[in-house]
């Protein structure tokens, strides 16, 4: 059985800082493109970032360039989201999702982790 | 930055045709997928590479794309088929992807 879940989520203060991540089982890791996906409440889906299998290339959308950074680690199946300089408008529910790159049909999502920006 | 653009709702009874659409520059050359999210869930995946159905998904998902437009058609809509659904893909350069604002079905 698959399985992706977050973890790391909580209330904090604008301006400050927060780590996501998201443990993989049940896939082969190091064959998925991995992304953060974001949904503020009541709001759409957001693209956030994405990972090559590697490692070797990070892409993010233009509001977190600078204060988000995406990584992963093979070896644990994990992946991970840094989060600075948080903003009210980070607010949302974040989730790990990942697309095998042979087989573009293998498309997990985890259940989320709510991030909540407020004083 | 690059948008999808979808329409904010469509309405249909249950057996007849849905049809829901999603334009953007980039789509003549980039793949369209479609997402399913129901009231609480996480997204599930109906259409990949613009007309592709991952197993378990039902039959009367398809999807196609032609120009700077992808659809995607749910033929004999059921009640259980109301969500949220959204397209995703990539713009021109393959850096930034992006999700469609979303469109409701409601399906009564």
């Known amino acids: 059985e698959v399985q992706l879940v977050e973890s790391g989520g909580g209330l904090v203060q604008p301006g400050g800082s927060l780590r996501l991540s998201c443990a993989a089982s049940?896939?082969?890791?190091?064959?998925?493109?991995m992304r953060w996906v974001r949904q503020a409440p009541g709001k759409g889906l957001e693209w956030v970032a994405s990972i090559k299998e590697d490692g070797s290339e990070k892409y993010y959308v233009d509001s977190v360039k600078g204060r988000f950074t995406i990584s992963r680690d093979n070896a644990e199946k994990s992946l991970y989201l840094q989060m600075n300089s948080l903003r009210a408008e980070d607010t949302a529910v974040y989730y790990c999702?990942?697309?095998?790159?042979?087989?573009?049909?293998?498309?997990?999502w985890g259940q989320g982790t709510l991030v909540t920006v407020s004083s | 930055s690059y948008e999808l653009t979808q329409p904010p709702s469509v309405s249909v009874s249950p057996g007849q045709t849905a049809r829901i659409t999603c334009s953007g520059d980039?789509?003549?050359?980039?793949?369209a997928y479609w997402y399913q999210q129901r009231s609480g869930q996480a997204p599930i995946l109906v259409i990949y590479?613009?007309?592709k159905r991952p197993s378990g998904i039902p039959e009367r998902f398809s999807g196609s794309s032609s120009g700077t437009m992808a659809t995607l058609t749910i033929s004999g809509a059921q009640v259980e088929d109301e969500a949220d659904y959204y397209c995703?893909?990539?713009?021109?350069?393959?850096?930034?992807?992006?999700f469609g604002g979303g469109t409701k079905l409601t399906v009564l």
């Open positions: 999702a990942g697309m095998s790159t042979t087989d573009r049909e293998r498309d997990y």
């Open positions: 995703y893909s990539t713009d021109s350069s393959h850096n930034q992807r992006v």
């Open positions: 049940g896939i082969t890791f190091s064959s998925y493109w």
């Open positions: 980039a789509l003549p050359k980039k793949y």
């Open positions: 590479e613009d007309s």
